[in-house]
């Protein structure tokens, strides 16, 4: 049941038990369902998540409008009695925000800041063929190509292989795998997946939920992207996996997660006077600086802050190319060009290639140079392969 409330008090109040019965209360005005997304964000023990996805957020309070929107119970003036026993088990939430949450959840390695995009790549490949056709499936032989194009192009610098994610998403229940021999996974081994003739795809249950509910689709896979990869790659990767997903929400919700610092931007580009730390681009449409980014070193969805130590300035180029693993910065604060980038026209030499050995540009001399440990991990977790010699002085 669904009620709809003209007022009501506190958060502890709205999650007071109801003798006949489970009830979501709902306010009926925008103001006061922003005010209860951080209470139906609690966990079972009670406390609030610190950093539940802004994808999860924005879903959940489309839920509760969609709940109010559909209501017909006409109740109005609902008073929650402040005496009740409290409620007991999970808060309330729809299936859809329950597929969301299973799916910002997957089980993952994680030390140090590891990167493991393993299962959201293959999750976000799924989406796109679902997309595309609800009813199709991955036979593993037919599109290992693709999947490993993605883990080369968008995974850790070290060799990895799609096998691993393909048998072990079926342990978080959004993927299932069958075989020639039937259902289950013949494990993670390359020549059992192709062998069998294993095929993947996502769980019947959340097919059924995608089908209900196409927006879901859009929500899962936003959440993925802001919980793995930076914003530079997002629509890049949706290209790359074949999903056509809506602009994004962009108004700001009133939650308890961990927010970025809109002022960031303006404080890095300060600190490098409004030039790419790598070639010098300060261009400019009167007094505004155009195509120049704060680009964060350790990526905001790892932990990375939104500190000045943390940050560059670069050209829209250039911080495509330092998020891809083309670029990096060593220990001696100079630039580092991977020997996999192939250019042989001008502008590929001049632009990159004759970037490395070069001394980063800045910062200030009152403003802190990128720290060690963000440039490790951006070493560690995002550059790729070895680092090209400086070209020759002439």
């Given amino acids: ?23 979501c209360v709902l306010p009926r005005s925008r103001a006061g369902l922003d005010r209860i997304v951080p209470a139906l964000l609690r966990t079972p023990d009670g406390r609030t998540p610190l950093d539940p996805p802004e994808s999860m957020v924005r879903a959940l309070r489309a839920d509760l409008r969609a709940l109010r929107n559909r209501s017909t119970s006409g109740l109005s003036g609902l008073a929650l009695d402040a005496d009740s026993p409290p409620r007991s088990g999970p808060p309330l939430r729809s299936p859809a925000m ?33 997309q595309e056709d609800a009813d199709s499936e991955l036979r593993y032989s037919v599109v290992e190509e693709d999947l490993q194009r993605l883990l080369t192009e968008y995974g850790p610098p070290n060799k990895t292989s799609p096998a691993y994610p393909f048998h072990h998403l079926v342990g978080d229940g959004v993927w299932e795998v069958r075989t020639d021999r039937g259902p289950g996974s013949p494990g993670s081994g390359l020549r059992d997946l192709r062998a069998s003739g294993a095929t993947g795809r996502l769980a019947p249950d959340l097919g059924h939920a995608l089908r209900h509910e196409p927006e879901l689709l859009h929500r899962i896979a936003r959440s993925l992207l802001d919980l793995h990869f930076p914003p530079s790659l997002h629509s890049e990767l949706c290209e790359a996996v074949g999903l056509d997903l809506e602009p994004a929400e962009t108004r700001q919700l009133p939650t308890a997660r961990r927010q970025r610092d809109r002022r960031m931007r303006e404080l890095v580009l300060i600190a490098y006077e409004y030039r790419c730390a790598f070639c010098g681009y300060d261009g400019r449409i009167g007094a505004v600086p155009v195509g120049l980014e704060a680009a964060h070193v350790r990526w905001w969805a790892f932990g990375g802050p939104d500190d000045i130590d943390n940050g560059l300035c670069l050209c829209s180029l250039h911080h495509k190319l330092f998020d891809k693993g083309v670029l990096g910065v060593d220990d001696s604060h100079h630039i580092l060009v991977s020997q996999r980038f192939v250019g042989h026209s001008t502008a590929a030499r001049e632009h990159v290639v004759a970037l490395a050995g070069r001394p980063v540009i800045g910062p200030q001399s009152a403003a802190r140079p990128v720290a060690a440990g963000h440039r490790a991990w951006h070493t560690s977790q995002v550059f790729h392969g070895a680092p090209r010699p400086a070209p020759p002085t002439a």
Avoid: C, I, S
């Avoid at 049941?1 to 009830?23: C, I, K, N, S, Y």
């Fill in 98 to 130: 329950d597929w969301l949450e299973r799916t910002t959840k997957l089980r993952q390695w994680t030390r140090n800041g590891t990167r493991a995009p393993h299962k959201p790549l293959l999750l976000l490949y799924a989406l796109g063929r679902f």
């Fill in 1 to 23: 049941m669904v009620l709809v409330a003209e007022r009501f008090g506190t958060e502890r109040q709205l999650l007071r038990a109801v003798d006949h019965g489970p009830v």
